[in-house]
C-alpha cells in the first residue's frame, strides 16, 4: 500500500469513529467508500441494513466536494438529513415537503460551500431549472440510491429514473454511484446500462440477512394469526403489509379491538393522516402499522421486530425489500408470510388492468416475478437458501436455524391424499350435478355440511360429498384447496370470479394413483429471536427499557425519531459496556464525538443511576 493509499485509509477509518462512532467498516463498504474517492463510477448492492448511506455520505468528508443524492423515499430524507445534524455532518435535503424558507436556506448553504451531502428526488434533479441552480458548484459525486428503480425487470420501476442520465449529462466530471438493496444479475446489467455508467466497479455484497427469521404460513384467519404474532412481543415495533386498502383497515381495526397499539397506512388517507401516522410511528408512540404493499413505506426505524405480510407480495425483490424493513439495526427479528394462493390470481388481475400502461413487455416481466415468489411460497427448502441463490450468490449452511423448514416447524396434514380425494370429489361432484363450476368458499361449505340457503336450493345437500369434512373449519378447507391449486391438482379460472376447475393431476389423486403432500397452519406462533449478541438479563432489559425512555425523551425535544439520537443496538452496547467516562462512551459503537458532547453527560448519569436502581452487578 503507497503512502496516499494509507493516508486515505487512515482517514476513512478516523472520520467513520469521529463523525458516527464506528470502529471499524465493512469489506464492501471500504470498497464502495474508495471508488467514490478515487473518481470511479460504481453499483453496490448491499441489503437494507447493510450499510448503503454511509458509503456515499463519507467520502464528501475527505474530499471537501459536495456530493449530491438522488431518492425517490422523500419522507426518508428528513429523518436522513436529521441524523446527519445531530452528527454534526453539513447536509440539507431539496423535495415537495420542504418549505420556501427551507429550499432557500439548502440554497444559501449551497452557495456558500457549507454543504457536503444534498439530498434531492428524482424528479427534482431532473429539472432544467434546477439543474441550472446548481450553476457552476463542483460536485465531486452522484449517488442514486433505490437504483433498482431505473430498470422495467426491477421490481418497482420508475420512468422517472430513466432521465437520471441528464443529471450526468450535465455533471461530466461527476463520479455516478448506484446503490440498491435488491438486483438480480439481469437487473445489475440493466443498471450499469441505462445510467451510462463508466466502467463501473461492481459490488455485490451478501443477500443473506442471517438475523431475520423467515416462516411461511397458510393464510387462513388473518387478523387472528396477525395477533398472535404480534402479541408475542407486546410494544415492540411491527409492520403488516396488506394487498389492498379495504384490508389494511380490516386488519388495523381487528387488531385494535385486540388492544394492539396499530393503524392502518394507505395511498387513499389524506396526506395530513399520512404523516401523523408516520410520525407517531417513527416516535415510538404508534407500535404497529398496517399498510397497502403499493404503497412504499417512508418510514427507516431501526427496531422493527415484525415484519407480516397478509397477502403475497408481487416478487420475491419486493419481499426482500419489505422484510429487510426488520432488524436494521443488526439484532434479530421475525418475517411471516401469510400465504394463499388466491393472491396469484388476485396480483394477475391487477398486472391486466395495468397492461395497457405498462406495455406487455412489463407485464410479461410482473408475470415473471410472481411465479417466482409463489415458488419461493410453496416450497420447502431452506428460507435464506432460496432468498440468495434467487439473487444468484450461494448459499453453503446446511441449517440456517432462522427460518419455518429448518427450525422444523413446518407440519403436514394427517392422511393429506385422502382428504384431497374429498376435496376434489366434491369439486367433480356439484360440477356433475348441474354442469356449472363453483369457487373455493362454496365447496368449503358442501364439504362441510352447511345447510345454507343457497346450498339447499341446489340440492348439493343430497351429494355423496356432502359433509365429508364436517370436522373442519371453513377456513381451513379453503387453505387446503389453495395448495391443490398450487400443486396443479386443482385449477382456478380466470376472471373476476374465478372458480375451481379438475385437472389431469386431479383423476390421478382421486384413482389413488398419487400421494399429496398439505401443510397445516400452525396451532400457535413460534417465536425464536436470533440475536448477534448474547440475550439481556432481566436486570439489563431494565436498564435498556429506561434507556429507551430517556432516548424517546430527548428526541421529542430535538424533533427528531428516536432513533436518530442512538439506536437499540448502541443502547444495548451502553447496557453491555456500562460505560463510566466520556472515553468508555466512546467505545460504544454509535457514539461519535458530537453525539457524545450532546448526550454523553446525560446517558452516563442514566446508566449510573438506572443501573443502581436495578439491581444491575457492578462492572468491577
Known amino acids: 500500500m503507497d503512502g496516499l493509499a494509507e493516508r486515505a485509509q487512515h482517514t476513512i477509518e478516523e472520520v467513520a469513529e469521529r463523525v458516527w462512532g464506528f470502529h471499524s467498516l465493512r469489506p464492501l463498504q471500504r470498497a464502495a467508500i474508495h471508488a467514490v474517492l478515487d473518481g470511479d463510477d460504481s453499483l453496490v448492492v448491499m441489503p437494507t441494513g447493510g450499510g448503503k448511506s454511509l458509503c456515499y455520505q463519507l467520502p464528501p468528508m475527505i474530499t471537501g466536494k459536495l456530493s449530491l443524492v438522488i431518492s425517490p423515499l422523500i419522507a426518508l430524507m428528513q429523518d436522513q438529513i436529521n441524523g446527519l445534524l445531530l452528527n454534526g455532518y453539513p447536509a440539507a435535503a431539496i423535495h415537495s415537503g420542504c418549505s420556501d424558507d427551507e429550499v432557500a436556506d439548502a440554497f444559501r448553504q449551497l452557495d456558500s460551500g457549507h454543504l457536503r451531502l444534498l439530498i434531492v428526488s428524482p424528479e427534482r434533479a431532473t429539472t432544467g431549472s434546477f439543474l441550472s441552480r446548481l450553476g457552476n458548484i463542483e460536485i465531486g459525486a452522484i449517488a442514486i440510491d433505490e437504483a433498482h428503480c431505473i430498470s422495467h425487470w426491477g421490481h418497482d420501476f420508475r420512468p422517472d429514473y430513466r432521465r437520471l442520465c441528464d443529471v450526468r449529462r450535465r455533471f461530466p466530471r461527476a463520479s455516478l454511484h448506484a446503490y440498491t438493496a435488491t438486483a438480480t444479475p439481469r437487473v445489475r446489467r440493466d443498471i450499469i446500462k441505462q445510467l451510462g455508467l463508466r466502467e463501473p466497479k461492481e459490488l455485490v455484497g451478501t443477500f443473506d440477512r442471517p438475523n431475520l427469521t423467515y416462516r411461511v404460513v397458510p393464510r387462513v384467519q388473518p387478523a387472528d394469526q396477525i395477533a398472535q404474532i404480534l402479541s408475542s412481543s407486546p410494544g415492540e415495533a411491527g409492520i403488516v403489509y396488506c394487498l389492498s386498502r379495504k384490508e389494511t383497515e380490516q386488519i388495523a381495526g381487528a387488531l385494535m379491538k385486540r388492544g394492539i397499539n396499530a393503524a392502518a397506512y394507505h395511498a387513499g388517507l ?28 417512508g418510514i427507516d ?220 397452519p400452525p396451532i400457535s406462533s413460534a417465536t425464536r429471536r436470533l440475536d448477534p449478541e448474547e440475550p439481556m438479563s432481566d436486570a439489563e432489559r431494565v436498564v435498556f427499557d429506561r434507556l429507551r425512555g430517556l432516548r424517546r425523551e430527548l428526541a421529542s425535544e430535538q424533533g427528531v425519531p428516536p432513533y436518530v439520537v442512538f439506536s437499540d443496538a448502541t443502547l444495548r452496547d451502553m447496557v453491555r459496556l456500562r460505560p463510566t467516562t466520556a472515553g468508555e462512551m466512546l467505545e460504544v459503537k454509535g457514539v461519535g464525538q458530537t453525539k457524545l458532547q450532546r448526550f454523553g453527560d446525560v446517558f452516563l448519569e442514566a446508566l449510573h443511576a438506572e443501573s443502581s436502581a436495578a439491581g444491575y452487578p457492578d462492572p468491577s
Open 301 to 520: 426505524r431501526s427496531d422493527v421486530r415484525r415484519v407480516i405480510h397478509a397477502s403475497l407480495p408481487k416478487s420475491i425483490e419486493a419481499y426482500q425489500q419489505e422484510t429487510g424493513r426488520a432488524g436494521r439495526d443488526g439484532l434479530g427479528a421475525e418475517c411471516t408470510l401469510l400465504y394463499s394462493s388466491g393472491d396469484i390470481a388476485r396480483w394477475r388481475r391487477l398486472f391486466q388492468r395495468s397492461a395497457d400502461d405498462v406495455g406487455n413487455e412489463i407485464e410479461s416481466a410482473q408475470i415473471e416475478h410472481l411465479e417466482a415468489v409463489r415458488r419461493f411460497a410453496t416450497g420447502s427448502r431452506c428460507r435464506h437458501r432460496a432468498l440468495s441463490e434467487h439473487f444468484g450468490q450461494d448459499y453453503t449452511i446446511e441449517n440456517c436455524g432462522a427460518c419455518d423448514v429448518c427450525l422444523g416447524e413446518i407440519s403436514q396434514t394427517p392422511d393429506a391424499t385422502v382428504v384431497s380425494q374429498k376435496i376434489l370429489s366434491c369439486v367433480a361432484r356439484v360440477a356433475e350435478d348441474r354442469g356449472a363450476a363453483y369457487g373455493s368458499a362454496y365447496i368449503a361449505e358442501v364439504l362441510r355440511g352447511s345447510r345454507s340457503k343457497k346450498v339447499l336450493e341446489r340440492g348439493h345437500d343430497r351429494l355423496s360429498t356432502f359433509g365429508l369434512l364436517r370436522s373442519m373449519r371453513k377456513d381451513l378447507i379453503v387453505s387446503l384447496i389453495d395448495q391443490l391449486v398450487d400443486q396443479a391438482l386443482l385449477q382456478r379460472s380466470e376472471g373476476e370470479y374465478p372458480v375451481l376447475l379438475l385437472t389431469p393431476g386431479s383423476i390421478e389423486v382421486m384413482r389413488s394413483q398419487r400421494e399429496v403432500v398439505l401443510l397445516s
Open 270 to 297: 389524506a396526506s395530513e393522516q399520512r404523516r401523523t401516522i408516520e410520525k407517531r410511528f417513527s416516535t415510538e408512540r404508534l407500535d404497529v402499522v398496517v399498510a397497502t404493499v403499493a404503497f412504499g413505506m
